[in-house]
């Protein structure tokens, strides 16, 4: 079974632009979630979708938005970017029989 | 206060000894708990998780819950240069979402 891929792997966007992450789950899996992963604050959860609905979602500002399409595949939107949104973006996903989740290779981006 | 904590290290023990790693978590109503593993510049990979208070063995890694102390433990057994990477902890409360610790960096010695 193929694993959760994601889309594009590595990103350089400049300050005030928007960006466009994708992430297709493992076959079958239903849930996505996504993440922020930097040196200072380590893995922060952004927001889940399960069924194209967004059933959890932390504390991170507006700019950050996202979406769950019918196939399960899963979009995440940063807008008008900031530096401090330089990271490695993660999504994971699992099913809707267990909390274990499997996550992508990420994306890394870098806002300059 | 967070609500995983993890002692960042790093950790480093000689092949073939046992590492243990260890982590706290502040909600008492987290349910299920899971250790990642991450090698450098690479995703987390899930290597263990555990919901019932005692210990679960899997291979060389056993993980061990104590949900009284609010205590969650990996260990691992006859360590692998392999096995050097950063373990992170994490926990997961109600809904969906994991709350992960900032991990443990591991160096197995050969």
């Known amino acids: 079974k193929a694993g959760v891929t994601q889309t594009p792997r590595y990103l350089i966007k400049t300050r005030g632009q928007q960006v466009t992450l994708s992430c297709s789950p493992i076959?079958?899996?239903?849930?996505v979630s996504w993440y922020q992963q930097t040196p200072g604050q380590g893995l922060q959860f952004l927001f889940e979708y399960f069924s194209e609905t967004q059933r959890n979602k932390g504390n991170f500002p507006g700019r950050f938005s996202g979406r769950q399409f019918s196939n399960s595949r899963s979009e995440m939107n940063v807008s008008t970017l900031e530096l401090g949104d330089s990271a490695l973006y993660l999504c994971?996903?699992?099913?809707?029989?267990?909390?274990?989740?499997?996550f992508g290779p990420g994306t890394r981006l870098t806002v300059t | 206060q967070k609500e995983v904590e993890q002692n960042s290290g790093p950790l480093s023990v000689p092949e073939g000894a046992i590492a243990s790693l260890n982590c706290t978590y502040s909600d008492r109503g987290s349910q299920s708990f899971f250790w990642y593993r991450q090698y450098s510049g690479k995703s987390p990979e899930l290597i263990m998780f555990?919901?019932?208070?005692g210990d679960k063995e899997d291979g060389r890694f056993t993980a061990q819950l104590n949900k009284a102390s609010q205590y969650v433990s990996l260990l691992i057994r006859d360590s692998q240069p392999s096995d050097s990477a950063t373990y992170l902890c994490a926990s997961q409360t109600g809904a969906n979402n994991l709350f992960f610790g900032t991990g443990t960096r591991l160096t197995v010695i050969p």
């Open positions: 076959s079958g899996h239903r849930s």
């Open positions: 555990i919901y019932s208070n």
């Open positions: 994971a996903s699992g099913t809707s029989f267990s909390y274990e989740q499997y």
